[in-house]
Every structure is written in C-alpha cells, then in structure tokens.
C-alpha cells in the first residue's frame, strides 16, 4: 500500500509541477493535484479513507520566510507569477498508520518552470 501511495503522489505531483507551465490559479492548482490523487486506481487498498488526507495546502510560497504567499489552496485569493519561488508537495496520512509526502521548490518562469530541488525521488522510508 505504501509503494502504490508513493507512485500515486508522484505522479500527481509531477503533473501538477507540469501544470504550473500554463495555470496561474492556485485553487485550480490544489484541486488537479487532490483529484490526480483521489481517482488514482493504485490507491484502491485505500478506499475506507478520506483521499486525498493532506490537511496542509497543495503548496505555497518561499522566500525570506520557508511559508509565504502565494498558498496554493483551495482557499486561496492568489495568483501565481512569474519568478516566485512555490512548493508542490501533496501528501497521504493514514490516522494512526504512516503518513507520507513529497515536495519540491519550483520556480516558475513564462510559461515553464524550474524544478530547484537537487534530491533523489526514490522512495525513503524512515523508523
């Protein structure tokens, strides 16, 4: 279920990450990112939870401070532009079980956008 879980957010993540090349709306953002994840078929041994289970938001900005506007929620009132720094970082927590989430530092250019986290996407799994 773990490995299933994992291919499922990255995939999802990946794809939103692609997303950001031509949607500026961070609700629209957060939402493709939730539904990617909730009509996933690899998530079936999941079904008695509530998908996607991230409580944080799909994202949100860096800069001086590591949370900063823009949030990429379905909550939020902004927009996303050109060279601001965001994460995508989607999630599954299963009460009681083991939680899980992977996120990168995006820098969004025109029309593109620059992956700047420099680390492995293989799965770690920590005691």
């Not at 994202?59 to 994460?87: A, R």
Request: aromatic fraction near 8%; glycine fraction near 4%; charge should be negative.
């Amino acid at each position: 279920e773990m490995i299933n879980t994992y291919k499922t957010l990255l995939n999802a993540q990946e794809k939103t990450i692609e997303r950001l090349k031509t949607d500026n709306n961070p609700v629209s953002i957060d939402q493709y990112c939730r539904k990617l994840i909730t009509d996933s078929t690899d998530l079936t041994d999941l079904t008695d939870y509530q998908l996607p289970s991230y409580p944080h938001s799909t994202g949100h900005g860096v800069g001086l401070q590591i949370h900063e506007f823009p949030k990429i929620s379905f909550t939020s009132t902004d927009v996303l532009l050109p060279n601001q720094v965001v994460t995508i970082e989607p999630g599954v927590y299963l009460e009681e079980k083991w939680g899980m989430r992977i996120e990168d530092t995006i820098l969004l250019k025109v029309k593109e956008v620059e992956v700047l986290t420099k680390f492995t996407k293989r799965m770690l799994i920590l005691p």
